[in-house]
């Protein structure tokens, strides 16, 4: 029951009944225009791409990113040895890490808020070897591990694609 449990988490971290309103028609599959799209991003493509919709995004601190599982079966998961030990941390310096476990069910979502400036780098656990990556700007892409160039132990697609992203980043200072 990861797709109930996901909502949950959703829902208790909402602030106000507006957002739960709006959170709700997007539940049942339903436009909701008060809800930002810009706080958005659709895990997988309407063909079962495997891609992150958008890839990057930028929000200030403060603000909570919804995931929605449009398609496949994904994760949505912080690069950072609490979540994979063959890892480097790739967000910012004591943000909390964050892991959603396999979404499997079509609309299920993950949401995570984000207080800390700077850059954070995540990944699809069972696709990063295809480039299944995206990445998350809050406020200023201040110096920190999510800047640095991916390490050679990414595949080589993830790594391709972060230096684009990375790239993307430093440009909105
Ligand atoms: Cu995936």
Known sequence: MKTLWSRRRVLSALGTGAFAGALGGLLTGCKHEKFSAQRVIQI??????????????????????????????????????????????????????????????????????????????????????????GAILVGRP???????LPQAELPALARKKFEELIAWAKSES
């Open 142 to 148: 201040l110096d920190g591990p999510g800047l640095a």
């Open 44 to 133: 997988g493509g309407p063909k079962g791409e495997m891609v992150f919709i958008p890839d990057r995004l930028k929000i200030k601190p403060g603000e909570t990113v919804t995931w929605v599982l449009q398609s496949g079966g994904h994760t949505v998961t912080a690069y950072h040895p609490k979540n994979h030990s063959a890892y480097q941390a790739r967000i910012p310096n004591e943000a909390e890490p964050w892991d959603s476990d396999l979404l499997v069910e079509k609309g299920a979502t993950f949401a995570w808020t984000f207080d800390r400036e700077g850059v954070y780098n995540y990944f699809c656990r069972p696709h990063e070897s295809v480039g299944m990556v």
